[in-house]
């Protein structure tokens, strides 16, 4: 069985500065890794994927994210945030077996003026 | 190209009541599935479908039956509402191959009173 754990359930930056949202995973194998976000009453919207290829993943709005298997980790990483980010993001995992996917409980991101 | 459409985007049930939320998606996607989102609890798996006519039980079936008639819709009926069932449900899609990636429903808020 897999689990993603999301380290802080809040994160709080300024406009400008850097945002690191950070997610461990625990798989018996390499997985698929997503990030996800969820803007108020909206729905989910990916971010990006890593899926065995390059370790460092480029997705949209400036967000990437670093697979180490080392640590067994998939932080999301975006230079400069815009209040535009503010959001809850998900980092999740994917069962191949079942094709469903495992959710960690979530990030709210807060951007400050 | 509508993506994944789901329907009632809102819904009070009196407990012990039935209903059905529907979801349909327009990619031909084979795989469909089910998700409730809870406050803290990230969104967890009901039920799930890799093909017209095969589903199968995820984290939480308790409560809940689906059917895979066509590749399009995958409807998910409540038999018997409870508070318990009041949440956020998603509906998702993928290709085959869900290495591309899930696309996601806008959701159903659903209230159990």
């Known amino acids: 069985a897999q689990s993603v754990t999301q380290l802080d359930s809040h994160v709080s930056v300024s406009e400008g500065t850097p945002v690191l949202l950070r997610c461990n995973y625990s798989?018996?194998?390499?997985?698929?890794l997503f990030w996800y976000v969820q803007h108020p009453n909206k729905g989910l919207q990916l971010l990006l994927k890593?899926?065995?290829?390059?370790?460092l993943v480029k997705g949209i709005n400036g967000f990437e994210a670093e697979f180490k298997k080392s640590e067994t980790s998939f932080h999301l990483t975006k230079p400069s945030a815009h209040m535009s980010d503010a959001a809850e993001y998900f980092c999740v995992a994917l069962d191949t077996g079942r094709r469903a996917l495992t959710f960690g409980s979530g990030t709210r991101l807060q951007v400050q003026p | 190209n509508a993506g994944v459409t789901q329907t009632p985007k809102f819904q009070v049930l009196k407990t012990g009541q039935s209903m059905t939320l529907q979801c349909a998606q327009d990619m031909n996607h084979e795989y469909m599935s089910w998700y409730r989102q809870d406050p803290g609890m990230g969104l967890r798996l009901i039920h799930y479908s890799v093909g017209a006519g095969i589903t199968d039980q995820g984290e939480v079936p308790n409560g809940y039956n689906v059917s895979r008639s066509t590749t399009e819709d995958f409807p998910l009926r409540l038999l018997s509402a409870a508070p318990s069932q009041t949440s956020v449900y998603f509906c998702?899609?993928?290709?085959?191959?869900?290495?591309?990636?899930?696309?996601f429903g806008s959701g159903t808020r659903l209230t159990v009173v």
């Open positions: 998702a899609s993928s290709y085959r191959n869900p290495n591309y990636g899930y696309t």
């Open positions: 798989s018996s194998y390499s997985p698929s």
């Open positions: 890593y899926t065995s290829a390059a370790t």
